[in-house]
Structures are given as C-alpha cells and as structure tokens.
C-alpha cells in the first residue's frame, strides 16, 4: 500500500525533490547527458565544418531524444514489466517484418518507413530485450533456474540472430549485450559464464565461414592488419590513429584539427567523431570525456543496486552496462583497439536513431529510481 | 529500513547482495577498460604523438608516380635523332613560399632568370593549385645548381630536381619527321588518360613524337613513400617500376636527310624521298624548319605565334601539308591515261602551235614556250612539257576518265602516312566542283586539269608516291616514316613491315608504262627536254618531270621577266624522279616554293638527292650548294614560262 505523494514528502527516509518527485527525472543523470550532449554538438560544428546547420538538425534530434526519456521516465518500472513481453513480442514482430521485406528487396533492410520518421526495430530491441530477460528472471529466486536460462538464452539468440542478419553486427553485438548482461547480473554462476565466453570463441570459426559478409570479414583483417591496404579498407583506422596520435596531450584546439577539416577522417560526424574529439582536445579532452561516460554508467549502475526488485536491478544493471559497451566500443575502434564495427559514440555522433533508445533507456533508469515503492510499517 | 515485503525477506536480501555483487564486478571491468583505452590513447597521442604529428602534417605514406622514360628516335642507321638527357631545373611549391615577388627578385640575384621565363612562370602561377610544383627555370648549369644548393636555406618551398628531359642532338635536322615535345597544355589534358601521365609534363606535339606518342610514352610507375613533415623523402617503401616507351627506328637516311636539306637551303619547300617498292621515307625535308629544343623548354606564347604563323611558317611541314598545283609534273601521267585509253598511240604527234582554242572560247589556251613545240608526240610532248598536246588529250580523255585514272595514283586523298595532320589535296571532278563550291563543270577547266593547274592540288607527298606508282609500274605503296619499334625494355625489335591497302594498277598494255618513262627520261637526257641541266655527268638512269606553277595570270605581253617579278608572285617550281628506271630504288619530289622554274631549280636538288642514295657522292650538292649550277643560263635555254590561265 503506497501513500500518497503529499504524504511522504519531506519525510528523512527521501531525499525528495520538485524533479525527483513530480518530474521522476534524476537530476545528476540529467546534467551529465546534457553535458556530453552540450559537448557533443560544439564537436560537431567542428567536425561540419562549422555548419550550424547541422547543428540545429542534432540539436531537433536531441530535443525529441529528451522528450522520449522524460515520457518513459513517467512510466512506472511495473506498468513495464506487466508490458513486457507484449514489447518484446512486438519487437520481434517489427523484426521480421524488416527481414521479409529485405528479402524481398534483395539486401540491407533495417528500415520501416513510419512516413514522418523512419524506424528501425533493431534499436527497438536495445530495450525490448533486457526488459524481456529481466522479466523472465524477475519472480523467483536469483540465480534462475537451468530452464529459464536456456529459454533466457533462446530470447537473446533469436533477435540478435535477425539483426547480424540484416546485416548489422554492430547492433546485433549491442542487442546480444544488453540480454547477456541481465543473465550475469542474475547471478549466473562463474563456471557457467567461463565456458560460454570459451564457447563463443569455438564458435568464431563457424561465425567467420558462414555468417559474416565479406564486408565484415575484411574489417575484421584490416583490424588486424591496417596498413596492409592503406588506400581502401585500411584507411579508416590509419587516418583516424593519425588524428588521435597529432592531438597530443592537449589537441589541436577547438576548430583546429587539421584531420578533421581536411577532411582525411572518413566518417567523422558519425562512428568517427571520437577522432575528431581526440585531434582537436588532445589525450586531456578524451579523459575527461571517459570520465564522464563512466560517472554516467556508475550513476546508472548506483540506481540498479538500489533498486527495489530485482527485475529493476537487473534491467538498470543492464541498460546502464549497454549503454556503457556502446561508448566503449566505439573509442576501442575509432582508436585501434577493435575492429570496426559501425557503432556511433552516443551522444556525440550525429544521427537520430540511437539517439532516442539511449534516451529512452535512460528515461527507464529514471523511472526506477524515482518510482519507488514505499511500505507502511 | 522497516519495510514489507511480498517475499520472505531474508530471500529479498539474498537476490540484492548477488545482483549487487555482479554490479560492482561489473563497475569494476568498466573501469578497467577505460583504464585500456586510456592506454592506448597515452601510447598514441603521447607517446607516438610526434610520428603522428609528422604523419599529419604531410599526411601519410604518399604516392608518387614514376614517370617512364620516353622511347628514343633513331634514323634507320641507328643514328640518334631524339633521347632524353638528364637536366636540373628549379621548381617552386606556391604555398610554402612566404612572398613570391621577393623570393622571385632574390633569386634572380643567383642564378640566371630572363624576363621571359619569369613571365611563363607567372602565367603558370595563375592556372596551377599552389600546391603543385611550378617550374622556374630549367637546364640549371652545374654552378648555379652549387649555388641554390649554398643557398637553399633562403628559399623554402623552392627545390632543384633532376629529371630526363627530351633532347633532340641533331636540332634542325628532320625536325618535320621527328616533330617535338611540349608542355602538356590544358587541352591535351582533357584528351589523354591522365592517370598515364602522372608525372610526366611533356607530351608528342609534332611529327612521329607525336603519330607515336602512345608508342614512345611507355606506362608510369609508382613509388610509395614515406614524407616527413616537410614533405622530403625519407625512405622508399615499395617501389613499381615504370615500364619504357619503346624505341623508334625511322626509314629516314640522316646523311640522305642532311643531303636534302642543304640542297633546298635557304629556299622554301620541301623535298622528300621514298623507297618506291616499300613506301619507306628516306628524307623528308621541309624548309624553313625549326630546333625542336626549344619546345622542351617551353616559350613564350607571343614566341610560339611567331613560329607556327610568322611569315615563313617553320613549323608547317610542307612535304606532307602544303598543297601546290602538281602542274606539269601530272603531264606523264595524263599522258599514261591516253595511253590506256587509247586516246592516241606513242607515236601519234599532234601539232604544238602555242595556242590551243576551244568551241565557243576567244581567248587561246597557250603553251608557255611562244610558237609552240611544232609536231610532237608522248616522248617530245613530255620531255618539252607541251601544253597543247595534253590540252588536246586532256580534252579527250574528259574531266571523268581523268579523275578515274589519277586516283588510284593517290590524287585527292591521304596517303596514310604515320604522321598527323596530313592534306589530300583536291583532285578536281565535277562532283568536287559541286560541292565545293556549288558550280558545273567547265570544258576549260578540263583542258586546265590536264596540266596539273586550276583546281588540282597535291602536297609533296602525294607526288612522291604517284611518282613511285610509275616507278613500280603500278604498285602503289604507303608512305611510312617508322621502320621498326625496339621494346623499350628487352629491346627487341619489331618491324612494322608495309602491308599495301592499294590494288596494283592494271594497264591495257603494260607497255604503256615504258612509253611514258621513256618520255621522263628524255626529259633528262634529250637535248631539248626541260630537265636536262641535271644531266651533266649522270651516271645512272634518272627519270623525272619537271614543273613550274604560275601563280599569276600574265598578260599575253610580258611585262616583266620571270625573275623580276616580286617574290611572292614567282613560279612554284617542281620536280619528279626516281632512279634507276629500270629497277627503280628510289623516287623524289621537291617542291621549291617560287623557286622559278621547275627545271632549273627543283631538278637539281632531286639530282643532289639520288646521286647521294645511289652513288655515295656528295659532288653534286657542293656544285649545287656553291652556286656553280648556271640556272640562269639553264632558264634562257629552256623556258621563260608565261601565262596560261585566260
């Protein structure tokens, strides 16, 4: 039996605010995105050449990301799990969907055209699955049973199946992420955890001769050995490294990244605009930038342990560890350290997609910490 | 905390420890790859950070293109007739010269800088991007390279480079054939595969430089390098080497081209040399001519206007593009067709009054000698050059047979020859009167065709090869300029070989062809004929027919004599040979424009040209060249050729 909000506000046991209380926004979370948002813009007018207009776009496409996160901040995290599998099952729907049609039209299908915006149901997935997890493991006792990690896993393999389908690896590794981490912070036991990664590298072979496009496998190569094609594949990571490597510990200066304007960084509004960040505000801007990337997911990471259920722990755990593979995927490519796998940097990257799931993934977070349960003793 | 809870508690507590424990491990791994990352952020942006730097500010591995080395031009004797020498030239980099002007004004003070390459470098300046190289100066001599080098601190952005740079040794010699190379201009470039040209700044222009620049260019290689932040080489990381433009070996003779145009001398004109049972050129003079040196370089475009429209147009190859009327030298051939057609007979004379009058026409067509040549027949006619006897057939035959005959002697149409640029000529028909110029056909005209003057042009060329159609009794060859091509890189070689695209003249009676060649040669040898200046001292069997082009129409008075006519209104003079008649081995035609007549002054140097092919002997071009051919006393004997047009 809950009370009303009149009722406990200014009670000691909550530290409650006009924006925790009535908004159901987190404060601290909310200045730290508007940070890397703020950030991410005065990057990109760099990185387009000081076009404003670019600019405004990003900054329509962060408004609507906002507003996505305060309306699911509204939800409460209940309403959602009642919901979900009737998201999960939508999703998967929306999936295959893209998938016929794609077969249809002979290729690279990822899109359902809504008229006004257009939709890809593979960022749909970055939520609908870890809540679909979470909600599996929710009502008995940590760690799940044998059965319900196998149907865990099924639920995980299919959806992120379809997505490196369309294909989309990058998202797929992000999808299989987000499922994955719900089953290890369920508590799955370590000798399990082990053999699965040792599985997963048995299985690399089957993944290189039969499932990746060869498009793939020459990024995989290229990782591995950038400059053995300088001028084609290669090119992306030497140029992007050579950035990085001239920004020195302090940059070039905002504006000044000589890489960036001209022009040698290949995508660098978009997967490469760490790059950018790396040239112009040297080793002291990307560590600042990191910096704040893991206080957001220490944050979101704070929320999901003192969450009040377990399927918000695990769901928070999840979003926020999502969210930070994202980043840190990203800053591994851009920089060398992984191959290139055509993931933005969330929230500095122009483009509008990822843009609204990150959002909205935040927008749960939110909803968990502020929609909080309280008991009468 | 006094909460209650659905569950029992103590299970709560168990699941929020766990899910809390994962957390913090997770928290822990987060922490520990950005602490990765970071890593190698320090390794690249601190610790690589100046090889980065370096690599940024030249940006990376470049691409340099290796040019290939152009193909060399020999003679057919392998003497060298265009080769590649290496040569400093200084080049400036805009954009990383401070101040142009001065930089511009301090170098003059070292080395050599004329107005005129100041100028081109300024005009050059204006069409390149800034950061292309613009060339300043070239073939920097060994002393002011020492000098830039003293003082290459100074000037930055200005670099001396060595490259091979086209070099013809002979200079004037055979520069019509051989042609040059220049500068690739703006509208070539829109032509060429410019990805074959990386590197390479010159491009054929004239002559077989240019017919086989495709052939001499060869195929450029690459480079891949390391730059410093400067842009300078640090070290080469793979290298493509460029494959070679092959070599040409010229049919031209050079001692038999040198003989051609020292018998032509200061006059204008062309004179050329085939080999009539192959096509093969063995001379090709055009005079004036030019040094293609100094297209290398590059000059000035008011220098370059100069050359290719001054008064004299060193640049025009006469022997392949100037169009003169064949005039007299057509006469053996008309001569042929009556033959053939039988028209009249060998010995059948015709009366040469001096006037010859057509149905329904006042005026007379006249012969150029006053009275004419009385009762002459083909051998006479030809050797004398009647006009009146090949009106009267010229008349017979008609315009038609005329026209049908001549062409597959190559009148009116290319020889094909592997030059560029080469004319046809006009070999008149009532067709080509339509429409050309939209008119019917004249009996006049057809009486003027007959004697190679109205509308019948031919170049040079054109001449040589009908002339060895007679020679070969028949076999019409194509005129060819390259003899073999050497592999530029095995140097094998590869002769082109002649393949003859022409059927073989039939005639009636073969006969016909010994007739007429009769009739040549009495124009050397008979006392009366009008080449027979040449004769003196001639040891071989040389057939020939001479002609003289009126450029005006002159009075039936004659006003002035021949040689006090300006320049410009003389007579364009004429000559056809080959030698032995028998088993011919060589043909000729010169052309020496208002050179006077035909016999006295075209004839010699044919002569000077087959003494040299055939008898090794000089003899005759220094009697030529020192005057002592009394061409006067030649022309009072002869002719004093007067007007013939009405």
């Given at each position: 039996?809950?009370?009303?909000?009149?009722?406990?506000?200014?009670?000691?046991?909550?530290?409650?605010?006009?924006?925790?209380?009535?908004l159901?926004?987190?404060?601290?979370?909310?200045?730290?995105?508007?940070?890397?948002?703020?950030?991410?813009?005065?990057?990109?007018?760099?990185?387009?050449?000081?076009?404003?207009?670019?600019?405004?776009?990003?900054?329509?496409?962060?408004s609507?990301?906002?507003?996505?996160?305060?309306?699911?901040?509204?939800?409460?995290?209940?309403t959602?799990?009642?919901?979900?599998?009737?998201?999960?099952a939508?999703?998967?729907?929306?999936?295959?969907?893209?998938?016929?049609?794609?077969?249809?039209?002979?290729?690279?299908?990822?899109?359902?055209?809504?008229?006004?915006?257009?939709?890809?149901?593979?960022?749909?997935?970055?939520?609908?699955?870890p809540v679909?997890?979470?909600?599996?493991?929710?009502?008995?006792?940590?760690?799940?049973?044998?059965?319900?990690?196998?149907?865990?896993?099924?639920?995980?393999?299919?959806?992120?199946?379809?997505?490196?389908?369309?294909?989309?690896?990058?998202?797929?590794?992000?999808?299989?992420?987000?499922?994955?981490?719900?089953?290890?912070?369920?508590?799955?036991?370590?000798?399990w955890?082990?053999?699965?990664?040792?599985?997963?590298?048995?299985?690399?072979?089957?993944?290189?001769?039969?499932?990746?496009?060869?498009?793939?496998?020459?990024?995989?190569?290229?990782?591995?050995?950038?400059?053995?094609?300088?001028?084609?594949?290669?090119?992306?990571?030497?140029?992007?490294?050579?950035?990085?490597?001239?920004?020195?510990?302090?940059?070039?200066?905002?504006?000044?990244?000589?890489?960036?304007?001209?022009?040698?960084?290949?995508?660098?509004?978009?997967?490469?605009?760490?790059?950018?960040v790396a040239?112009?505000?040297?080793?002291?801007?990307?560590?600042?930038?990191?910096?704040?990337?893991?206080?957001?997911?220490?944050?979101?990471?704070?929320?999901?342990?003192?969450?009040?259920?377990?399927?918000?722990?695990?769901?928070?755990?999840?979003?926020?560890?999502?969210?930070?593979?994202?980043?840190?995927?990203?800053?591994?490519?851009?920089?060398?350290l992984?191959?290139?796998?055509?993931?933005?940097?969330?929230?500095?990257?122009?483009?509008?997609?990822?843009?609204?799931?990150?959002?909205?993934?935040?927008?749960?977070?939110?909803?968990?910490?502020?929609?909080?349960?309280?008991?009468?003793? | 905390?006094?909460?209650?809870?659905?569950?029992?508690?103590?299970?709560?507590?168990?699941?929020?420890?766990?899910?809390?424990r994962?957390?913090?491990?997770?928290?822990?791994?987060?922490?520990?790859?950005?602490?990765?990352?970071?890593?190698?952020?320090?390794?690249?942006?601190?610790?690589?950070?100046?090889?980065?730097?370096?690599?940024?500010?030249?940006?990376?591995?470049?691409?340099?293109p290796?040019?290939?080395?152009?193909?060399?031009?020999?003679?057919?004797?392998?003497?060298?007739l265009?080769?590649?020498?290496?040569?400093?030239?200084?080049?400036?980099?805009?954009e990383?010269?401070?101040?142009?002007?001065?930089?511009?004004?301090?170098?003059?003070?070292?080395i050599?800088?004329?107005?005129?390459?100041?100028?081109?470098?300024?005009?050059?300046?204006?069409?390149k991007?800034?950061?292309?190289e613009?060339?300043?100066?070239?073939?920097?001599?060994?002393?002011?390279?020492?000098?830039?080098?003293?003082?290459?601190?100074?000037?930055?952005?200005?670099?001396?480079?060595?490259?091979?740079?086209?070099?013809?040794?002979?200079?004037?010699?055979?520069s019509?054939?051989?042609?040059?190379?220049?500068?690739?201009?703006?509208?070539?470039?829109?032509?060429?595969?410019?990805?074959?040209?990386r590197?390479?700044?010159?491009?054929?222009?004239?002559?077989?430089?240019?017919?086989?620049?495709?052939?001499?260019?060869?195929?450029?290689?690459?480079?891949?390098?390391?730059?410093?932040?400067?842009?300078?080489?640090?070290?080469?990381?793979?290298?493509q080497?460029?494959?070679?433009?092959?070599?040409?070996?010229?049919?031209?003779?050079?001692?038999?081209?040198?003989?051609?145009?020292?018998?032509?001398?200061?006059?204008?004109?062309?004179?050329?040399?085939?080999?009539?049972?192959?096509?093969?050129?063995?001379?090709?003079?055009?005079?004036?001519?030019?040094?293609?040196?100094?297209?290398?370089?590059?000059?000035?475009?008011?220098?370059?206007?100069?050359?290719?429209?001054?008064?004299?147009?060193?640049?025009?190859?006469?022997?392949?593009?100037?169009?003169?009327?064949?005039?007299?030298?057509i006469?053996?051939?008309?001569?042929?067709?009556?033959?053939?057609?039988?028209?009249?007979?060998?010995?059948?004379?015709?009366?040469?009054?001096?006037?010859?009058?057509?149905?329904?026409?006042?005026?007379?067509?006249?012969?150029?000698?006053?009275?004419?040549?009385?009762?002459?027949?083909?051998?006479?006619?030809?050797?004398?050059?009647?006009?009146?006897?090949?009106?009267?057939?010229?008349?017979?035959?008609?315009?038609?047979?005329?026209?049908?005959?001549?062409?597959?002697?190559?009148?009116?149409?290319?020889?094909?020859?592997?030059?560029?640029?080469?004319?046809?000529?006009?070999?008149?028909?009532?067709?080509?009167?339509?429409?050309?110029?939209?008119?019917?056909?004249?009996?006049?005209?057809?009486?003027?065709?007959?004697?190679?003057?109205?509308?019948?042009?031919?170049?040079?060329?054109?001449?040589?090869?009908?002339?060895?159609?007679?020679?070969?009794?028949?076999?019409?060859?194509?005129?060819?300029?390259?003899?073999?091509?050497?592999?530029?890189?095995?140097?094998?070689?590869?002769?082109?070989?002649?393949?003859?695209?022409?059927?073989?003249?039939?005639?009636?009676?073969?006969?016909?062809?010994?007739?007429?060649?009769?009739?040549?040669?009495?124009?050397?040898?008979?006392?009366?004929?009008?080449?027979?200046?040449?004769?003196?001292?001639?040891?071989?069997?040389?057939?020939?027919?001479?002609?003289?082009?009126?450029?005006?129409?002159?009075?039936?008075?004659?006003?002035?004599?021949?040689?006090?006519?300006?320049?410009?209104l003389?007579?364009?003079?004429?000559?056809?040979?080959?030698?032995?008649?028998?088993?011919?081995?060589i043909?000729?035609?010169v052309?020496?424009?208002?050179?006077?007549?035909?016999?006295?002054?075209?004839?010699?140097?044919?002569?000077?040209?087959?003494?040299?092919?055939?008898?090794?002997?000089?003899?005759?071009?220094?009697?030529?060249?020192?005057?002592?051919?009394?061409?006067?006393?030649a022309?009072?004997?002869?002719?004093?050729?007067?007007?013939?047009?009405?």
């Open positions: 039996m809950s009370l009303g909000a009149a009722e406990y506000r200014g009670t000691e046991l909550h530290r409650l605010s006009f924006l925790q209380d009535r159901h926004l987190d404060g601290t979370l909310l200045t730290a995105l508007l940070a890397l948002s703020i950030f991410g813009m005065a990057v990109l007018y760099s990185a387009f050449g000081e076009d404003i207009a670019q600019v405004q776009k990003q900054a329509v496409r962060l609507v990301a906002f507003v996505a996160l305060f309306a699911l901040a509204q939800l409460p995290p209940a959602l799990r009642r919901m979900a599998p009737w998201i999960f939508g999703g998967m729907i929306l999936l295959v969907v893209v998938m016929a049609r794609g077969v249809i039209g002979q290729g690279a299908q990822r899109w359902i055209d809504l008229g006004v915006v257009r939709f890809q149901p593979a960022e749909l997935m970055k939520i609908a699955l679909m997890v979470a909600w599996l493991f929710a009502d008995s006792e940590l760690p799940p049973r044998w059965t319900r990690i196998v149907i865990a896993l099924g639920v995980i393999l299919i959806p992120t199946a379809l997505i490196a389908l369309q294909p989309d690896l990058g998202t797929a590794l992000l999808v299989a992420a987000s499922g994955i981490f719900v089953v290890y912070l369920s508590g799955l036991r370590w000798r955890i082990v053999s699965g990664i040792g599985a997963a590298f048995a299985a690399a072979p089957l993944l290189w001769f039969f499932v990746m496009h060869s498009y793939q496998k020459t990024r995989v190569l290229t990782f591995l050995n950038p400059e053995s094609d300088p001028l084609g594949a290669g090119y992306h990571i030497i140029q992007s490294k050579i950035a990085i490597g001239s920004g020195g510990l302090f940059g070039k200066g905002w504006l000044n990244g000589t890489q960036a304007h001209l022009e040698f960084i290949p995508e660098r509004h978009t997967d490469f605009v760490l790059a950018v040239e112009e505000f040297g080793l002291v801007g990307v560590a600042q930038l990191m910096a704040v990337y893991l206080f957001v997911v220490g944050r979101g990471l704070y929320i999901a342990a003192n969450a009040q259920d377990n399927f918000c722990r695990l769901l928070a755990g999840s979003l926020s560890l999502t969210f930070f593979v994202y980043a840190l995927v990203n800053a591994g490519m851009v920089s060398g992984l191959p290139v796998v055509g993931l933005p940097l969330p929230l500095i990257s122009f483009g509008g997609s990822s843009l609204v799931t990150i959002m909205a993934a935040f927008g749960i977070l939110m909803a968990i910490h502020t929609h909080r349960r309280t008991w009468s003793s | 905390m006094p909460l209650k809870e659905p569950t029992p508690i103590r299970d709560r507590r168990h699941d929020a420890r766990l899910v809390t994962r957390i913090f491990i997770a928290a822990a791994l987060c922490v520990i790859s950005v602490v990765v990352l970071m890593t190698q952020l320090v390794r690249l942006q601190v610790v690589d950070h100046h090889h980065y730097v370096t690599l940024s500010q030249e940006n990376r591995v470049k691409v340099v290796v040019p290939p080395t152009r193909g060399i031009i020999y003679d057919r004797n392998g003497i060298v265009a080769e590649n020498r290496p040569s400093h030239r200084l080049v400036v980099t805009p990383r010269v401070p101040d142009i002007t001065s930089a511009l004004t301090e170098i003059a003070k070292i050599d800088l004329p107005d005129a390459k100041r100028e081109r470098f300024e005009d050059l300046l204006r069409r991007r800034h950061f292309e613009i060339p300043l100066r070239t073939r920097l001599d060994e002393e002011e390279v020492a000098r830039l080098a003293a003082h290459r601190h100074r000037f930055p952005g200005m670099e001396v480079r060595a490259q091979l740079v086209r070099h013809y040794p002979l200079h004037e010699h055979a019509h054939a051989v042609g040059y190379v220049g500068r690739i201009s703006p509208n070539e470039l829109r032509r060429i595969e410019t990805s074959r040209y590197g390479t700044s010159h491009i054929g222009k004239g002559g077989v430089e240019l017919a086989y620049e495709d052939i001499l260019h060869g195929d450029v290689g690459y480079e891949r390098v390391e730059t410093n932040a400067l842009g300078r080489v640090i070290r080469t990381l793979e290298r080497p460029p494959r070679p433009g092959d070599d040409l070996v010229l049919t031209i003779d050079s001692r038999l081209q040198e003989v051609a145009e020292r018998a032509l001398g200061d006059r204008r004109g062309a004179a050329i040399a085939m080999d009539p049972r192959n096509g093969e050129i063995l001379a090709m003079a055009s005079t004036p001519n030019y040094d293609p040196n100094i297209f290398v370089d590059g000059m000035s475009r008011a220098q370059f206007q100069e050359l290719e429209r001054g008064a004299w147009q060193p640049l025009f190859n006469r022997a392949v593009r100037g169009r003169y009327p064949p005039a007299s030298t006469k053996p051939f008309i001569g042929l067709a009556a033959l053939d057609r039988g028209i009249i007979t060998a010995d059948e004379t015709i009366r040469c009054t001096g006037e010859y009058f057509l149905d329904g026409i006042e005026r007379p067509y006249r012969c150029w000698r006053p009275g004419g040549h009385g009762n002459v027949d083909l051998a006479a006619a030809v050797a004398q050059s009647s006009n009146v006897y090949f009106y009267e057939i010229g008349f017979e035959l008609g315009i038609d047979a005329m026209g049908e005959f001549l062409r597959p002697f190559g009148f009116g149409e290319t020889t094909g020859i592997d030059l560029v640029g080469e004319r046809a000529g006009v070999l008149p028909s009532r067709k080509w009167k339509r429409t050309n110029l939209g008119e019917g056909w004249f009996h006049g005209e057809t009486v003027i065709t007959a004697i190679g003057l109205g509308y019948f042009v031919t170049t040079p060329l054109q001449l040589v090869t009908a002339t060895s159609v007679f020679a070969t009794r028949g076999e019409r060859v194509q005129p060819q300029l390259v003899r073999a091509v050497q592999d530029g890189s095995t140097g094998e070689e590869r002769f082109l070989g002649n393949t003859s695209p022409h059927p073989r003249i039939e005639l009636e009676d073969p006969e016909h062809w010994e007739s007429t060649i009769k009739a040549m040669r009495d124009s050397v040898r008979h006392p009366r004929g009008t080449a027979r200046i040449i004769s003196h001292g001639l040891r071989y069997d040389l057939v020939g027919k001479t002609g003289t082009a009126q450029l005006t129409t002159l009075g039936e008075e004659r006003d002035y004599e021949h040689d006090e006519r300006p320049e410009h003389r007579d364009h003079a004429i000559f056809i040979a080959f030698a032995p008649a028998d088993a011919p081995e043909a000729v035609a052309v020496i424009e208002h050179g006077g007549s035909g016999g006295a002054a075209a004839a010699p140097v044919a002569r000077a040209i087959t003494d040299a092919w055939l008898r090794d002997d000089t003899s005759y071009l220094m009697t030529l060249e020192a005057g002592r051919i009394d061409t006067r006393r022309e009072e004997i002869i002719e004093t050729p007067i007007g013939v047009l009405p």
